[in-house]
């Protein structure tokens, strides 16, 4: 019989989303989400005009399960320009976030659009304005992510290297399977009864920019909980979906997904490619998340959304001869919602048409 693992629940850092406020010039020089607010300050003054969806609403009454994407893709043509029209109501307690019941109001100042909060204060005790933000929307939907990454994961590389790993299997069986015990070693192995995912060392991810190694496919193997400490520990394996074997490592089952972001496009040019699916999917739609053969030193950040292009191919050109290369074709949008240095997650927000490994991503 299969135990039942904790229940796996992402580290949020609040688990609520943060609407950045646009501050005067001198709270951003001094405030301390000055960098953000900097960029997104100047995101605001640079845009022009900001193109609103043809059917958006006058007003739009906020319903659990929203996420900031479906609302922004409500009022704009381009979700991206978010931080544009969004206005905070100083006069409203915890202005940075929207729950349910909220009400968004579209108003125009100077002939701008701006989006206006309007809450019934009654509606939220103190202790929900001040503690209990989980019911606060967030900016992409949490439990398609957490979905994927409790079973496929990509590791950068060197990353392995540190995680704790199976020595032996108990009783000298040569694989592990549910039901039996595994030996395991490691640094900060937690407590008895920590859960872990067990990932087997897959393919090696590779740029096709330069040819180099810029991480791995972790091959999810099954979960397990810690049943007794030392050196080595006692990993009981309840579920396998595949053979367990020695070296396959450990990861702890709870990730860190950022929600203080919003959408927006990236402050410098970037464009790269799509080098893996997790899942192993040979085609993308939307919410399959991608990693991408760009990261933090290329200048990409949580909450930036790129424009998906579908790569031209090579064609034979039966008239005149040769092969001609058709041109790339526009394929979807994604956004990155977690950064290393030379790799990042994205979500597919939107697919337009099939996507493909190798399909390339730039800015919007």
């Known amino acids: ?211 180099s190694v810029v991480g791995y496919e972790g091959i999810f193997v099954g979960e397990g909980l810690i049943s007794r400490t030392g050196d080595p520990s006692t990993l009981h394996l309840v579920d396998t979906q595949r053979e367990a074997l020695e070296g396959d490592r450990l990861i702890e089952q709870s990730f860190n997904i950022p929600l203080q972001f919003i959408p927006r496009s990236p402050e410098q040019e970037v464009s790269g490619r799509i080098i893996h699916v997790l899942g192993g999917l040979a085609i993308i739609g939307q919410y399959h998340i991608v990693v991408l053969n760009r990261g933090a030193e290329h200048g990409l950040d949580v909450g930036h959304v790129l424009r998906v292009w579908q790569a031209g191919q090579d064609y034979r050109d039966y008239t005149k001869g040769g092969k001609v290369r058709l041109p790339d074709e526009p394929a979807g949008t994604l956004m990155v919602f977690k950064t290393y240095e030379r790799i990042s997650y994205g979500l597919i927000m939107e697919a337009t048409t099939d996507i493909r490994l190798y399909d390339k991503f730039k800015n919007p």
């Open 1 to 211: 019989m299969k135990n039942s693992l904790p229940l796996i629940r992402p580290v949020t850092a609040g688990a609520c989303l943060l609407l950045i406020v646009f501050l005067s010039s001198e709270a951003i020089a001094s405030g301390p989400r000055a960098g953000l607010a900097t960029v997104l300050a100047a995101q605001s003054g640079a845009g022009g005009e900001v193109a609103l969806n043809p059917s958006h609403p006058e007003r739009y009454v906020v319903k659990r399960g929203d996420t900031l994407w479906d609302i922004s893709a409500m009022f704009l043509r381009d979700p991206w320009y978010w931080p544009e029209i969004w206005r905070v109501n100083p006069q409203v307690g915890n202005p940075h976030l929207i729950y349910p019941g909220d009400v968004l109001v579209l108003v125009y100042i100077d002939g701008k659009p701006q989006i206006r909060l309007e809450r019934d204060e009654g509606r939220l005790s103190p202790s929900i304005r001040s503690e209990n933000l989980d019911e606060a929307i967030t900016a992409i939907p949490l439990e398609t992510i957490a979905s994927f990454l409790s079973k496929g994961t990509v590791l950068e590389r060197g990353e392995a290297d540190g995680l704790p790993y199976i020595v032996a299997m108990k009783e000298g069986h040569l694989i592990g399977g549910a039901g039996l015990d595994v030996y395991v070693r490691g640094e900060e192995i937690g407590e008895v009864g920590r859960g872990y995912s067990v990932i087997h060392i897959g393919e090696s991810l590779i740029d096709p920019d330069d040819n």
